[in-house]
Each structure stands twice: as C-alpha cells, then as structure tokens.
C-alpha cells in the first residue's frame, strides 16, 4: 500500500468524477487533500465530508475559476497561509465541449483552451512556491487520450489536452529535478462529462471497441495518479500514462 501520511495534495476539479476519486484515494493513503470546485459546493462538501471519515488529516475545500488568474491566485494564497506547502498538485479540473470545425463557434474555442489549458498553467504557476517546499513534489496532469490521437467534432478539447501532454514534457525538464511532472490520460471515463455519449446505447457501442471490454470507473484513474505522485515513481518524470482499456492510440 503506497502511504502518503502528512502529504498536503491539492486536487482541481476534485467535487466528482475523476477528482472525487483522486482526492478519496489520497486521504486513504494519508494525505491531506484540498478539494477545489468551481460551482458544485454541494458536491465539494459531500467529498470533504466523505474525506473526514477516511483520514483525521486536515482536509479543506474552496471555489476558483481555474481560468483565470486572481482566481488561481486566491486560491493558492489560501493554500499557502493554510498549508505553507504542497507536495502534490493534481491538474485535474477540465471541460469536454463539442465545436465541428465547420462550424467552429470561436468562443466555445476560447472557453475550452482558457479552462483546460489556461488554467494548468496557472494552476502549476501559482503552485510552484509551495511545491518547491516539498521533497517528494510533483505535478499530475489530467490529460486525455484525444490529446494523442485527436476526437472528431471535439477538436478544441483534443488540442487543448495535446498542449497539456507536451506542458508535461516541457515543465518536466523546466523544473527537474525540485519536481517530478506526469500525466495520465484517460481514455472513457464514467462520469457526469460522458452522460450524453454514453446514453441510448452508446455506452455498449463504446465498450465494444475497448479491449477490456468496458469504460474506465474514476477510481481507474485516481489509481496510476496516485502512484504518479508517490515515492515509487520517483524516478519518473515527463511521461504519459495511458488508462483506456487496451484502446489503439494512433492509426
Ligand atoms: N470522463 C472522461 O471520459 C474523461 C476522459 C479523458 C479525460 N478526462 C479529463 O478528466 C478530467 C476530469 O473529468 P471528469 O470526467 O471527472 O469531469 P466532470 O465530472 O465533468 O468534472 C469536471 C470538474 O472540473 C471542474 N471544472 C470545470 N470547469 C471549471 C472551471 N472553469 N474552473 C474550475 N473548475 C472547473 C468542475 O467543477 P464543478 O463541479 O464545481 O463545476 C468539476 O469538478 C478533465 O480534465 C477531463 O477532460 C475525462
């Protein structure tokens, strides 16, 4: 069992889905999690609350709007007079928005590369000092497998998760060696993002095309991030781990 007792994690985008089960998953270890949300207090909560009852460790929660910079900026200032320091920041935070590039709607564009790649970058900015008063600090990004292979009618999202892949890479040598930068990309994940694709059959439709023959639960990615962030990675830095069933990227 991989322990983390005293780390201090912050988790983008950690009220559900895939954060949810980051942030669960990092307090069983040990850890002390910040949960940020953007507007599902309701949620957020219920996952602090949740988090209280797996880890006496100080666990916190609080709003931002990861693409923008006071945002950011408040909420690592609250970090920092909270924690004084982070050991793990979790880029998790992110929108899936459909935008055919024939009828490409430009702010629909601009949202999707301000949230998903603004706000990492951000985030990692803001992040930096504290992290930097860690010994075992890193980042793991959130990325997707359409960020290798792209997604038709969804375009924005593919490339803006490619920049958060090479982000990984470029920060990885950047900050090397005070902290290790790794992502995971997902491939079909079950959570409120995927409501529409996964309805009137289509889930079954996108199962049949996965090797292991169903869509990831969160906790399948919570998994290889939280090993990502722990001392058994602690020689990888600027790699890309694949969670999507066995599904061929490239071709
Ligand atoms: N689901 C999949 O199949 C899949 C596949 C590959 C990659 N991913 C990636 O995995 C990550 C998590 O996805 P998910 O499926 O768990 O999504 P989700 O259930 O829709 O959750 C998205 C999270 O991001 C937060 N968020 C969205 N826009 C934000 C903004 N502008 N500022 C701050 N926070 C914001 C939301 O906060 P509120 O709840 O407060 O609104 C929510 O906590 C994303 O980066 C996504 O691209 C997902």
């Known amino acids: 069992m991989i322990r983390l007792d005293g780390w201090r994690v912050l988790v983008t985008g950690g009220g559900r889905g895939i954060g949810a089960a980051c942030c669960r998953l990092f307090a069983r270890a040990g850890a002390a ?8 207090e309701a949620s957020a909560d219920a996952v602090r609350a949740e988090l209280e009852s797996l880890s006496a ?56 590369l301000r949230v998903n790649v603004d706000g990492p970058f951000l985030v990692a900015r803001e992040a930096l000092p504290l992290l930097r008063r860690s010994r075992n600090a890193s980042i793991v990004n959130i990325t997707s497998t359409a960020g290798q292979r792209g997604e038709a009618f969804y375009s924005p999202y593919g490339a803006s998760k490619g920049a958060i ?41 996108i199962e049949a095309g ?40 490239c071709g």
Not at 169 to 196: F, I
Not at 239 to 246: L, S, T
């Open 33 to 40: 999690v910040w949960v940020h949300y953007r507007s599902d």
């Open 57 to 112: 460790e100080p666990h916190r929660v609080s709003a931002a709007e990861i693409s923008e910079p006071s945002s950011v900026r408040g909420l690592l200032s609250a970090v920092d007079e909270t924690w004084g320091r982070l050991d793990c920041v979790v880029n998790n935070a992110g929108i899936w928005v459909r935008n055919p590039i024939d009828e490409l709607d430009v702010d629909r564009l601009q949202e999707t």
């Open 165 to 205: 892949i090479a982000a990984t890479k470029g920060w990885s040598t950047e900050l090397a060696p005070d902290v290790r930068v790794n992502s995971v990309a997902p491939g079909w994940v079950d959570t409120e993002m995927c409501v529409e694709p996964f309805a009137d059959g289509g889930r079954q439709a």
């Open 210 to 249: 996965i090797p292991l023959g169903r869509v990831a639960s969160p906790e399948d990615i919570a998994g290889p991030v939280l090993f990502l962030a722990s001392p058994l990675a602690r020689h990888i830095t600027g790699e890309i781990v694949n969670v999507n069933g066995g599904s061929v990227l």
